[in-house]
């Protein structure tokens, strides 16, 4: 998750990685701990309004949570940076908004944390009255700019049985060390069940999560047995470090798993079992920027619904209206992205197609037709050549249904799967008024394109409810119980996490005033936007650039997007020329098109 201020804001002089833990958290479960979750507000300095900036994960049944999942932000030395963090108890049935699940919150400034003896402050937790509500402990850690991932997997053999009636349930927790000789959370390993020789799926988590770019820093990875209560039961404890374990890559590497309190109690004590790491490897995440150096083109196709449902095009209430003195909705929308796009696109020919139309003479009905005409070439001549094929279109179809994804997608999807070297990448940008038609097929479509070089940006214009994202159930609910590793929405299921994935931007989705909008619209750009926090967009995280975010008739900016560590977003902006880095965007990696 990251963290971008207003857009009149200096050049940030760092980003700081926060994490968080808590300790004696009140316990709100019956049979059972509280079920722990933060979520960190910023503020804005012009409003002063608090913002929901992003969630950790929820960790079930424990009072003494280390959140995994970081929370990214730009640092401004001059700039008091108010941050308020509040704990809720996440049950997988209730909402986070009801007074019954506060856990307490705390309010501090970002320099404090950073000010804090070794970066680190510990305050405790208020707002549930008559009751100590614990307290929340926060290091601060300046980023580096190291890019490698690191992909690992082990194995452990022997280790202590803790289960009366079983053997153990191991995972693995791994912790860098901190200049105090405390220790910070990174990474937990799955838990494999009743076994005393587990093996653990691989795993990649970047370098800088695991040593922040200091190859000699120790790593300590403790082995515990899990337990359905959450107390789960410590096995052994070892230490390594970056550039130790980066020796697996020709070796297998076995460590001795110890346990200190028996080490002292038993004369005879030799080890809790032992933990190899069977494999190691290292891959550098390659920016946008990376790409388009190494010439990348990104290839734009525009799809446009032509159903009936936008209304007669002489008419000024059809959002296909071609008034004199401004453009349509969906003109609008395909000037915004396209004089973007067009940047990175050397020959300027832009394949664009309309749908859900009957075309002249005969009149067939058409979910995939060229707007220019020309079935052997639907190239146009830059953006101004797709808006006038665009308009002349309008004159001549006649506006039908239904509205059909599919045809499109696949179009896309088989010219970019005749990409393998990296040479290009394709982006489909579909602006539509209403609910898909045909949705098995279309989420059929976008599954087959996860592993291609493409992504896909549905935008949605009108008034219409956009209630169903098109991949719905591809992406994990924010704050969904057992999210612990990872992001939120790992893209599209059965590809690469970072492979094409989707954008549902929208207008007029209700969300409850009470209840944050995740992600939140940025009220601190250059739009301007209306009781934003009656409007949430429904959107499935994506892990490929080109995000753009509709609001009411009005692009805007929109940095709150929640994500792991690793990922990164670009956010389009309609008045920047080019995409850049620094305060009111954030940068993305293209994927390897391999």
């Excluded at 070892?238 to 590497?253: H, V, W």
């Excluded at 499109?408 to 602006?431: C, E, F, M, P, T």
């Excluded at 209630?467 to 924010?478: A, F, G, S, T, Y």
Aim: glycine share 8%.
């Amino acid at each position: 998750m990251s963290f971008s201020g207003a857009s009149e804001r200096s050049v940030p002089a760092t980003k700081i990685e926060i994490t968080v833990s808590c300790r004696n958290l009140l316990d709100l479960d019956t049979f059972s701990k509280s079920d722990p979750m933060v979520v960190l507000y910023t503020q804005s300095r012009a409003s002063q309004e608090w913002r929901e900036f992003g969630r950790t994960e929820v960790i079930d049944n424990t009072l003494n949570p280390d959140f995994v999942r970081k929370f990214v932000l730009d640092y401004f030395f001059e700039e008091k940076q108010n941050l308020r963090f509040d704990v809720y108890n996440v049950d997988s049935k209730t909402n986070i908004s009801k007074p019954k699940d506060f856990l307490g919150q705390a309010f501090l400034a970002l320099g404090e944390v950073i000010g804090g003896q070794g970066s680190r402050v510990e305050r405790p937790l208020t707002g549930v009255p008559g009751k100590k509500c614990g307290t929340i402990l926060l290091t601060a850690e300046e980023l580096s700019n190291c890019r490698d991932i690191a992909t690992m997997q082990l194995c452990a053999n022997k280790l202590d049985k803790k289960d009366f009636f079983g053997k153990s349930d191991p995972f693995l927790v791994f912790y860098r060390s901190n200049e105090d000789g405390t220790f910070t959370i990174c990474h937990k390993t799955e838990v494999v069940k009743n076994t005393l020789n587990p093996v653990w799926q691989p795993f990649s988590i970047p370098v800088r999560a695991l040593c922040n770019g200091d190859y000699d820093r120790t790593v300590k990875i403790d082995v515990y047995d899990w337990d359905r209560d959450g107390s789960h039961d410590f096995i052994g404890e070892f230490t390594t470090s970056y550039r130790e374990l980066s020796k697996a890559q020709n070796q297998f590497t076995v460590y001795e798993v110890l346990n200190p309190r028996k080490k002292c109690k038993k004369k005879k004590y030799v080890n809790s079992g032992t933990v190899t790491l069977l494999s190691f490897s290292v891959d550098s995440e390659f920016t946008f920027v990376d790409y388009i150096k190494g010439g990348t083109q990104l290839n734009f196709t525009v799809a446009i619904d032509f159903t009936a449902s936008n209304g007669n095009p002489l008419q000024p209430t059809s959002l296909h209206y071609m008034s004199p003195y401004q453009l349509s909705a969906y003109a609008m929308a395909l000037k915004a992205v396209g004089e973007i796009i067009q940047d990175y696109d050397s020959d300027k020919l832009f394949p664009a197609y309309g749908f859900g139309a009957k075309l002249p003479p005969e009149g067939r009905i058409s979910h995939q037709f060229p707007l220019n005409n020309n079935d052997e070439d639907p190239n146009c001549a830059g953006i101004e050549g797709v808006l006038e094929s665009y308009f002349q279109s309008l004159r001549t179809v006649q506006l039908y249904g239904p509205t059909y994804f599919a045809p499109v997608i696949n179009q896309v999807a088989r010219a970019a799967a005749k990409i393998s070297d990296g040479s290009q990448y394709y982006v489909l940008l579909i602006i539509t008024d209403g609910v898909i038609s045909d949705m098995t097929q279309t989420k059929e479509a976008i599954v087959s394109a996860s592993s291609l070089p493409m992504s896909i940006i549905i935008v949605g214009v009108g008034p219409a409810m956009f209630e169903v994202c098109p991949i719905p159930r591809l992406c994990r609910p924010v704050g969904e119980p057992g999210a612990e590793h990872g992001p939120t929405c790992q893209g599209c299921a059965g590809g690469d996490p970072r492979a094409a994935t989707v954008l549902y931007a929208h207008q007029g989705h209700p969300a409850s005033p009470a209840t944050p909008c995740h992600p939140q619209p940025d009220t601190s750009s250059r739009a301007s936007l209306n009781s934003p926090s009656n409007q949430c967009p429904a959107v499935c995280l994506p892990a490929h650039p080109l995000l753009l975010l509709k609001i009411r008739g009005t692009w805007n900016l929109g940095p709150h997007w929640e994500g792991s560590l690793e990922d990164r977003y670009w956010l389009v902006e309609p008045s920047a020329p080019l995409p850049t880095e620094g305060p009111g965007t954030v940068t993305t990696s293209l994927p390897s098109c391999q």
